[in-house]
């Protein structure tokens, strides 16, 4: 079952069919997309990506929650999850992404306090990482607000990483 957590302007839960739109337009913004890599991403890879979400709670007892806004709103999505081929004792990587509409309002950092007071709450927290592009400083502060310090800058094999490291407990 995925929790719902609800704060003052966002709500976090699982997504839904009705959500799939939004999402897939999100992974095609400029804006969205100047940040990640691997974007912007077609609707059929945003279909995989999806559909991946829900599975994640299902099988490991987390993953990514849709962040909807007061109004029920899709604003973005946040979450955790590991990288492909880790085993169970690997570390939790934060992510989060937002449409560029609710950029700059405080959305993300709501959700990401949420979600991390969560993590907080299971046996499995205590440590996260999170990684982004060493210059999206939005994203560095938002890390920064839930506590994430830099571990390190890393070469990635699309270019330059920042890691931060959350340890709690």
């Given at each position: 079952?995925?929790?719902i957590?609800?704060?003052?302007?966002v709500k976090?839960r699982?997504?839904?069919?009705a959500?799939?739109?939004?999402?897939?337009a999100?992974?095609?913004?400029?804006?969205?997309?100047?940040?990640?890599?691997f974007?912007p991403?077609?609707?059929?890879?945003?279909?995989?990506?999806f559909?991946g979400?829900n599975?994640?709670?299902?099988?490991?007892?987390?993953?990514n929650?849709?962040?909807v806004?007061?109004?029920?709103e899709?604003l973005?999505?946040t979450g955790?999850?590991q990288r492909d081929?880790?085993?169970?004792?690997?570390?939790?990587?934060s992510?989060?992404?937002?449409?560029?509409?609710?950029?700059?309002?405080?959305f993300?950092?709501?959700?990401l306090?949420?979600?991390?007071?969560w993590?907080?709450?299971?046996l499995?927290?205590g440590r996260?990482?999170?990684?982004?592009?060493?210059?999206h400083t939005?994203?560095?502060?938002v890390a920064?607000?839930?506590?994430?310090?830099l571990?390190r800058?890393?070469?990635d094999?699309s270019?330059?990483?920042?890691i931060?490291?959350?340890v709690?407990g």
């Amino acid at each position: 079952m995925i929790p719902i957590l609800r704060g003052k302007d966002v709500k976090l839960r699982g997504f839904t069919w009705a959500d799939f739109s939004a999402f897939a337009a999100m992974w095609q913004e400029a804006e969205v997309a100047r940040h990640i890599p691997f974007a912007p991403v077609i609707p059929s890879q945003s279909w995989a990506r999806f559909n991946g979400n829900n599975y994640r709670w299902a099988v490991h007892g987390f993953g990514n929650w849709a962040v909807v806004g007061r109004d029920g709103e899709f604003l973005g999505t946040t979450g955790f999850f590991q990288r492909d081929g880790s085993d169970e004792n690997t570390v939790l990587e934060s992510g989060w992404v937002f449409a560029s509409a609710g950029h700059g309002q405080g959305f993300g950092s709501e959700a990401l306090q949420l979600s991390h007071e969560w993590l907080d709450r299971q046996l499995f927290g205590g440590r996260s990482v999170c990684m982004m592009d060493p210059d999206h400083t939005a994203s560095i502060r938002v890390a920064e607000k839930v506590g994430y310090t830099l571990l390190r800058i890393a070469d990635d094999p699309s270019g330059k990483a920042r890691i931060m490291e959350r340890v709690v407990g």
